[in-house]
């Protein structure tokens, strides 16, 4: 890694999403929308005694998803994009290494994801009243880190598909799973066996537990840090995965 | 002679099917050397072995002294892809730029580029707002900005109207004059007339490499048209009878 044209390539990345104004404004605006939607539903829902609102319960988790599935699909389309328009072909005969263009997209979306985050949070704590015992910058930061894991399965995905058709496909098969089994809708420990074993092996769900731990827990708890560990290691192992599909030479 | 690339034996398969059949060929420094051949002959091939992303069967190539594809070599060859790659949604300058900061040059090396090959006044455009053949020379100030010692260039004058297709060859022979090796792929004979020396294949096979003077003179004619169809004609018949 060269961090000149490390940071090169980290600019030239946030000046295309700087072209593409609508896009900014639908990473910044959607996931505030989706949450006031969210707070409207269950605004009248009573909560069961002792427990948070359902508002609290299904906000958090909302607020750590949205970065996951918005940079996941944003960057496989921007890296299928770099292949299909032979600029990968072209970098790969630079001196760029393979680990600049990678952590280039990696740092670039990943500020883009903290200013969703940001924007997502000051919605849901400020205006639609979300509770959460521990500090909103923890969810900020789990969020950010969601985010990261998402661009990494998102470069590494995007070796996978040929047209942007089959790009976005892979958003069902790698994120819906994720969502179903995390705990939001039936919780971890009364699921099936073999499905707490499925979901023992998705990252999102340690991201999701995360989230709650901030939730219940005013300090950050040992909980909380094992599993957010859990998801950088598994957004590290995913850049790995991608750099192996960066090939300079092809057929 | 001191060459910048010399092929030995060059074997590429591709989707199964041989596309290069042992090609030999060396190509002089400070020169530059026409690629020439029918759609479908190899040319894109040989190129991309030259720069080292093309996966290859057998033989070896050399370039500025080093195997073709050394980590080292990337800093010193520019290559144009055959289709322009440059990112639609930056503006010509901010490609410049790019390419630039990834050889290690700075602002007035990209805007220097940019003005090459003429698109001075563009640019301020984003890349998608550009015609194709404005588009493809952003793809070249692309190649021509990290000042390398070899650059390959894909038909980098697709596109281009008689005028500035003139100027782009003064700009080629100006920087060979200060040392620089070009390898051009074209199917323009008029261009291959302005090479300093032509590589002529058919069906991934070499069938002429010399000066263009020394390419007429073999096929018996003037015209540079007529010489590379009575070339490839003759490889053809002799094929046959093989």
């Known amino acids: 890694m060269n961090p000149r044209i490390l940071a090169a390539t980290t600019g030239r990345i946030l000046r295309q999403l700087r072209h593409d104004r609508r896009t900014v404004a639908l990473l910044l605006v959607v996931p505030s929308a989706l949450l006031v939607l969210v707070h409207s539903m269950y605004v009248d829902q009573p909560a069961p005694p002792g427990q948070p609102s359902t508002f609290d319960r299904v906000a958090l988790v909302m607020l750590g998803f949205f970065p996951f599935v918005v940079m996941f699909l944003v960057t496989s389309i921007a890296m299928l994009r770099e292949r299909t328009t032979g600029t990968l072909e072209r970098l790969l005969t630079t001196p760029l290494g393979k680990l600049d263009l990678l952590f280039g997209y990696g740092i670039a979306f990943g500020l883009a994801a903290v200013l969703q985050a940001v924007v997502a949070s000051v919605v849901a704590y400020g205006f639609l009243g979300l509770d959460t015992a521990g500090h909103s910058g923890l969810v900020v930061m789990i969020a950010s880190l969601n985010a990261l894991l998402a661009v990494a399965l998102g470069l590494f995905c995007s070796a996978f598909a040929r047209t942007e058709f089959q790009a976005v496909q892979f958003m069902p098969v790698v994120v819906v799973p994720q969502l179903l089994l995390c705990g939001l809708f039936v919780p971890r420990g009364e699921m099936a066996g073999w499905l707490q074993a499925v979901s023992d092996v998705l990252p999102l769900s340690y991201a999701v537990e995360a989230l709650q731990e901030v939730g219940a827990h005013a300090e950050p708890s040992g909980t909380m840090w094992r599993d957010v560990a859990v998801v950088a290691g598994a957004a590290a192992l995913a850049l790995v995965l991608a750099a192996a599909t960066l090939r300079r030479r092809s057929g | ?242």
């Open chain 2, 1 to 242: 002679m001191d060459e910048a690339i010399a092929v030995r034996d060059l074997v590429v398969e591709r989707g199964g099917r041989r596309v290069l059949h042992g090609i030999r060929a060396d190509v002089p420094r400070g020169s530059v050397t026409g690629l020439l051949g029918p759609s479908g002959s190899g040319k894109t091939t040989l190129l991309r072995a030259v720069v080292g992303v093309q996966v290859v069967g057998a033989g070896s190539v050399t370039v500025l002294g080093r195997p073709a594809g050394s980590p080292e070599l990337r800093r010193r060859v520019g290559y144009l892809t055959q289709a322009p790659s440059v990112y639609a949604d930056l503006t010509v300058r901010e490609n410049a730029r790019y390419f630039a900061a990834l050889h290690g040059r700075g602002r007035a090396e990209a805007d220097r580029a940019v003005a090459e090959v003429g698109l001075a006044p563009a640019a301020g455009q984003l890349a998608a707002t550009l015609s194709g053949g404005q588009r493809s020379r952003a793809s070249l100030a692309c190649a021509l900005v990290g000042e390398p010692e070899l650059l390959v260039l894909d038909e980098p004058t697709v596109g281009q109207d008689p005028v500035l297709r003139a100027d782009l060859w003064a700009r080629f022979h100006a920087m060979a004059a200060a040392g620089t090796t070009l390898l051009v792929s074209s199917h323009v004979m008029d261009e291959a007339a302005r090479c300093d020396r032509l590589l002529l294949i058919r069906e991934g096979r070499l069938i002429a490499d010399d000066t263009p003077d020394a390419v007429r003179a073999a096929a018996g004619t003037h015209d540079l048209d007529e010489a590379f169809l009575r070339l490839i004609r003759a490889g053809a018949g002799g094929q046959e009878a093989s």
